[in-house]
Structure formats: structure tokens, C-alpha cells
């Protein structure tokens, strides 16, 4: 079985910045892509950033400038550092993973429980 667990939410007053991490750990052969999504109440889940093994990296247009995505892919560990955060940068943030748990398998998409991201003004 493989578990995302991820750390770093909070209250944040506007202007703020927080760190969120996220590491993989169980029966894993590789991890390709690794990213935080957000849920907003009333929302869907949204991509916010995501980051490929080779370093490659994508945000949505809401937080470019703002966040950035990081991995040590040693540690199997995603990282989210926001900056300036907004009222609207508030939901819960889940990790994702995608990866394969043997050379030969298909890829599998893992989710952290979320984290709780609160930004007041």
C-alpha cells in the first residue's frame, strides 16, 4: 500500500506565507508526476501545482508568481511554499501522486487526507 502524508496547513493572516509537505512512503516502485490540489466549499478540486521527476513544473494561472512547487525525489517528498497568500488561496489542499508500484504495472494515483489551508483578511 502506498501513503501520502501530508503536513504545513493553517491559519495565515492575507499577505502571509506557508509550507506545505507532502511524503510518500510504502511499496512504490517510482513516482512520476507529484502535486497539490485544492477544494474550496461549493468547488470542485482544482490542480494548483504539479511537478514531474525530471523537475518540470506546472501551476494554475490563480497562484503563478505566488507558489512553488519543490521535490526531493530521494525522500519521495513534495513541497508546496505559498506566498502572498489571498482569502481565495483558502481550502483544503490534497496531494496527489502518480506512480507505479512495479516496472511492469500501470500507473496509480495516490491522495493525502488533505490539509487544511485558512487565509483570513
Known amino acids: 500500500q502506498v501513503q501520502l502524508v501530508e503536513s504545513g496547513g493553517g491559519l495565515v493572516q492575507a499577505g502571509g506565507s506557508l509550507r506545505l509537505s507532502c511524503a510518500a512512503s510504502?511499496?512504490?516502485?517510482?513516482?512520476?508526476?507529484m502535486g497539490w490540489y485544492r477544494q474550496a466549499p461549493g468547488k470542485q478540486r482544482e490542480l494548483v501545482a504539479a511537478i514531474t521527476s525530471g523537475g518540470s513544473t506546472n501551476y494554475a494561472n490563480s497562484v503563478k508568481g505566488r507558489f512553488t512547487i519543490s521535490r526531493d525525489n530521494a525522500k519521495n517528498t513534495v513541497y508546496l511554499h505559498m506566498n502572498s497568500l489571498k482569502p481565495e488561496d483558502t481550502a483544503v489542499y490534497y496531494c496527489?501522486?502518480?506512480?507505479?508500484?512495479?516496472?511492469?504495472?500501470?500507473?496509480?494515483?495516490?491522495w493525502g487526507q488533505g490539509t487544511q489551508v485558512t487565509v483570513s483578511e
Open positions: 496527489n501522486a502518480e506512480g507505479k508500484r512495479t516496472p511492469w504495472g500501470g500507473t496509480l494515483h495516490y
Open positions: 510504502g511499496s512504490i516502485f517510482s513516482i512520476n508526476v
